[in-house]
């Protein structure tokens, strides 16, 4: 199973010329005794801004490790992806921000609401944490509310997610799942 490193660093290397450099303030660390992992990253939009491929980031990761001689782990990341751009990522990552923000605000389907909230009874009800004076008191109305808001973005990106698993195999990928590219005249939905 592929899995991120305790300690790792995203890093840009939006024209494909810094990627040693960034690799060696990396090595530079581990000299201090910080174990970084680089985690090069790029967007789709960044790719369609300077015509770039996403098979870039991973020939100029791969090109700087061989070059210095990098023995630990390092990845490579399709940043930002959706259903419709994944597959141009799939041959030259090993990492995946799995972009949700268009779903979110966005009502699921009522029904998926209401088994959601059944299936999950659990998080009805007070919760006390120590150290915080109030408790939190939940309804199932509370909840189904919260689901209404979010829930559509979850499975999507269950189904990017087990869109790559097709592709690459369970296991050999990290994922991660971002809401914070947003268009700026839409205002992101407030949880509570």
């Not at 509370?142 to 690459?168: P, T």
């Amino acid at each position: 199973m592929l899995t991120l490193a305790k300690y790792s660093f995203g890093v840009g290397d939006r024209f494909a010329h810094q990627a040693r450099a960034q690799l060696r303030a990396c090595m530079l660390a581990a000299e201090q005794g910080a174990d970084v992992i680089p985690v090069w990253n790029k967007s789709h939009r960044e790719h369609t801004t300077i015509g770039s491929e996403p098979s870039s980031v991973r020939t100029a990761a791969d090109a700087a490790v061989r070059e210095l001689g990098w023995k630990k782990p390092y990845h490579v990341d399709a940043d930002h992806i959706r259903l419709e751009t994944v597959d141009g990522f799939i041959a030259s990552s090993d990492f995946y921000t799995i972009d949700v923000a268009d779903a979110i605000g966005r009502p699921a389907d009522a029904g998926a609401v209401k088994a959601f909230a059944s299936r999950h009874s659990d998080l009805v009800g007070r919760l006390e944490i120590p150290g915080i004076e109030r408790p939190f008191e939940t309804t199932r109305a509370e909840v189904e509310r919260i689901a209404s808001k979010y829930l559509l973005a979850v499975q999507e990106a269950g189904r990017i997610y087990r869109h790559i698993a097709q592709a690459k195999g369970e296991g050999r990928f990290i994922t991660e799942v971002s809401m914070d590219e947003i268009e700026t005249r839409r205002r992101r939905p407030s949880c509570w």
